[in-house]
């Protein structure tokens, strides 16, 4: 079963502006992660925030997470071609340490 | 630092049919999972081993799907026999946990599995 929903599903934004992408998750974790997947490979880590953390900053990333929310955050700063790519967010569960992904943001930067 | 290495890339074979994905994980991590990836949606965890045994599996179709880490390194995932739903992506992942008690997982290319 997926763990976090992200939202939205698909998002197209022009080249510069910066793009935000949600997840909303269940149950308690000890921390969320962000993962891009470029079309027909595999997934790379982008950023990891620990439960005890509200906000991490990773180069034009922004990662926020409101544990009473059960929600994160995404933010891409300046948007280039090459971020065109599938965004995901993982959660750490506490109660077993396993990863697991939502659905996914497609995200298409448009020249 | 060598990443997560899969064989093979692509597998086209047809409907009943079997098939074997093999992984060999980061050197030292102990932990090991296994997950589909249908297109358009996100990887669903199918086993999760620590070391060589089992964590979880109950995401598996044990009917018909079955894994082994033997050695408590490399890894094989067996479907038999393939049905058209099981096209996918077969993602291997190896992770560690840090002594913050968090675990970052490290994947590979996957594998394309089409079933005709």
């Known amino acids: 079963s997926q763990q976090g929903e992200e939202d939205p599903q698909a998002l197209s934004i022009q080249e510069g502006e910066n793009a935000t992408m949600n997840c909303s998750y269940k149950t308690s974790i000890n921390n969320l992660q962000w993962y891009r997947q470029n079309s027909g490979r595999g997934l790379v880590h982008l950023i990891l925030?620990?439960?005890?953390?509200r906000e991490k900053h990773s180069g034009r990333l922004r990662v926020t997470l409101d544990t009473s929310k059960k929600s994160s955050s995404l933010l891409i700063t300046a948007s280039r071609a090459a971020d065109t790519a599938s965004y995901f967010c993982?959660?750490?569960?506490?109660?077993?340490?396993?990863?697991?992904f939502g659905s996914g943001t497609r995200l298409s930067i448009r020249p | 630092e060598a990443g997560v290495a899969q064989s093979p890339r692509y597998k086209i074979i047809e409907k009943r049919q079997s098939v074997a994905f093999w992984c060999n994980p980061i050197s030292g991590h102990a932990t090991l999972y296994w997950y589909q990836q249908i297109l358009g949606q996100g990887p669903k965890l199918l086993i999760q081993f620590q070391n060589n045994g089992v964590v979880d599996d109950s995401q598996l179709p044990k009917d018909r799907f079955s894994a082994e880490r033997l050695k408590g390194v490399d890894s094989t995932l067996k479907i038999q026999p393939a049905k058209l739903e099981d096209s996918a992506v077969y993602l291997c992942a190896s992770s560690f946990i840090d002594r913050a008690m968090n675990t970052e997982a490290f994947f590979g290319q996957g594998t394309r599995l089409t079933v005709v």
């Open positions: 925030i620990r439960s005890n953390e």
């Open positions: 993982a959660t750490d569960a506490t109660s077993a340490s396993k990863i697991i």
